[in-house]
């Protein structure tokens, strides 16, 4: 009795290192990195990916060269599958992370999601976030900077018309933020009470308190 092993691993690594050639080191960073080959089956290979918002991305923008990729190595057509992460798994360990201070540590240890922040919609996170022709940049960008804020495009400023996104955006980040950083101050104000502090201060000649109020924020979402 014989049976029959499916092994497109080296397929699939053929094809990322093709893609990691052909696009800017941010974007292979931004949607590759954090994919991981995981079995294979009869022409399937299987990859786990860390959300159902990388899970669309992906599929919405780079399934169909992946799979031309795939055939032109195989000379099959391999299907992809993607199997999302879940929340409660801890996160598999790989090359170290750079240093950064304490208030700038990344929780790696399974924990228990956070309370809501108080100034922040729980509803609004990058899983239900509809991407339009319009927001993918947006999208792409926010993603980046909750993923690690303080480097990737900071500042940041997220400009259009109304209800295409921009809060449910920014609140994204502040939650993702909220809940993998341990030590991160968040503050979320709106650009008129922002001003409003500000003109206040100047009236009332408070303008170190204006000052104390929004220069300790870790990260600060108008």
């Known amino acids: 009795m014989s049976t029959t092993s499916w092994d497109y691993s080296m397929f699939w690594h053929e094809a990322m290192k093709q893609l990691q050639d052909e696009l800017s080191e941010q974007e292979y960073s931004m949607w590759f990195n954090r994919m991981e080959y995981a079995s294979s089956g009869k022409e399937q290979i299987t990859v786990k990916v860390p959300s ?7 599929k919405q923008r780079y ?3 992946i799979q031309e990729k795939l055939f032109e190595l195989s ?3 391999l299907h992809l599958e993607f199997e999302v992460a879940k929340a409660e798994t801890p996160v598999t360990e790989k090359a170290p992370q750079p ?3 304490s208030k700038r540590t990344a929780a790696t240890q399974t924990r228990e999601p956070k309370p ?4 922040l919609r729980e509803e609004y996170t990058f899983d239900n976030f509809v991407i339009g022709e319009n927001s993918s940049f947006a999208a ?4 980046a900077i909750a993923k690690n804020p303080g480097t990737a ?3 940041c400023l997220i400009y259009g018309g109304v209800g295409l996104g921009k809060t449910h955006l920014i609140q994204s980040i502040g939650n993702q933020v909220y809940q993998e950083y341990e030590k991160l101050r968040i ?3 709106t650009m008129e009470s922002f001003t409003n502090d500000f003109i206040q201060s100047i009236r009332e000649k408070r303008t170190q308190g204006f000052k104390n109020k929004y220069r300790y924020a870790d990260v600060l979402l108008i």
Do not use: W
């Not at 809501?116 to 100034?119: C, R, T």
């Open 52 to 58: 159902s918002f990388y899970r669309d991305q992906v």
């Open 116 to 119: 809501p922040h108080p100034q």
């Open 75 to 77: 000379g099959s057509e």
């Open 99 to 101: 240093k950064a201070d």
């Open 140 to 143: 792409n960008a926010a993603l």
């Open 63 to 65: 399934l169909a060269t």
């Open 187 to 189: 503050v979320y104000v």
């Open 153 to 155: 495009y900071n500042p």
